[in-house]
């Protein structure tokens, strides 16, 4: 089992690699500051979760040195009101124990450990909000996380779903390559286009990591091969999430039945 990199090992790191680097102390788990510019550490956590030591620093250097050359940019939510930055919020899922290094981020619990969090999308990556945030903006945890689904709702409009058939049923692959993929399954207006696209009652889901969102009809005749696939996605791609499997209806978002998860050769 690997170990859970935190804000010292990625700082470790850096200091190895680059000890010119003015790199500066302070009490946030989840940035960095070198000289004058706060780096936020959401996706490199990610990248790293589930990575042996070697390939974890290698991945941390270089995805400092690409912030560091101006590839990337860094951000932060100080100094920005809610109506400058209302129109940047996106949700996001999680894993749960982010909040072991991060106890004030801005979370409400989802299922299986996930949880469901709000970013400020910014150019090459995002910043989690924190619980601080809500008194300096004056505004509930419930109105930013409405608004962040409003904005990616609106954003997912121009998505096109190509359903694609088995030899039984369809199923639909949504990798949008803008760092959102898996939380439209909290879009209700995007997961009810996608489930009428699939032309079923009910449809199943799979997130394995962030970047990923796959979803088939019931009488898909792959879907025992899609479940395991799910499975090792989420044990070796970057940003994991889950091996879970959702079910997505008129009611919602819910986990698989015990009868739906055996169908699935579980």
């Known amino acids: 089992m690997q170990r859970k990199f935190v804000k010292q090992d990625i700082v470790a790191i850096l200091q190895r690699h680059h000890p010119d680097w003015p790199i500066i102390s302070t009490d946030d788990p989840l940035a960095v500051v070198i000289g004058n510019m706060k780096i936020s550490l959401n996706n490199i956590l990610l990248i ?3 990575a042996p030591d070697d390939e974890a620093e290698k991945a941390t250097v270089d ?3 690409n912030i560091m050359s101006g590839k990337q ?5 100080e100094d920005l009101s809610y109506a400058t930055a209302k129109t940047r919020l996106l949700p996001q899922i999680i894993p749960g124990e982010f909040r072991e290094s991060a106890p004030n ?6 299922f299986s450990g996930l949880g469901v969090a709000c970013a400020l999308d910014e150019d090459g990556g995002y910043e989690l909000l924190q619980n601080q945030v809500l008194a300096a903006w004056d505004v509930r945890q419930e109105t930013v996380e409405a608004q962040a689904i409003a904005n990616l709702e609106a ?6 779903f190509e359903p694609r058939s088995g030899e039984e049923g369809a199923f639909v692959v949504v990798a949008a390559e803008d760092s959102y993929s898996a939380v439209r399954l909290l879009l209700p207006q995007f997961m009810e286009t996608l489930r009428a696209s699939l032309g079923a009652e009910r449809i199943f889901v799979g997130i394995p990591n962030r970047d990923f969102l796959v979803a088939w009809t019931p009488d898909f005749s792959g ?3 899609f479940a395991a696939k799910i499975r090792r996605d ?4 970057a940003y994991p999430l889950t091996d ?3 079910v997505f209806s008129e009611r919602g978002v819910s986990l698989m039945s015990a009868d739906q998860i055996s169908d699935h050769g579980r």
């Open 48 to 50: 790293v979760r589930n």
């Open 63 to 65: 995805f400092f040195e």
């Open 73 to 77: 940019g860094g951000g932060s939510t």
């Open 105 to 110: 981020l801005l979370f409400r619990p989802f």
């Open 155 to 160: 954003h997912c409009k121009l998505d096109a």
């Open 223 to 225: 879907r025992q091969a």
């Open 234 to 237: 989420a044990e070796n791609e």
């Open 244 to 246: 879970e499997l959702f």
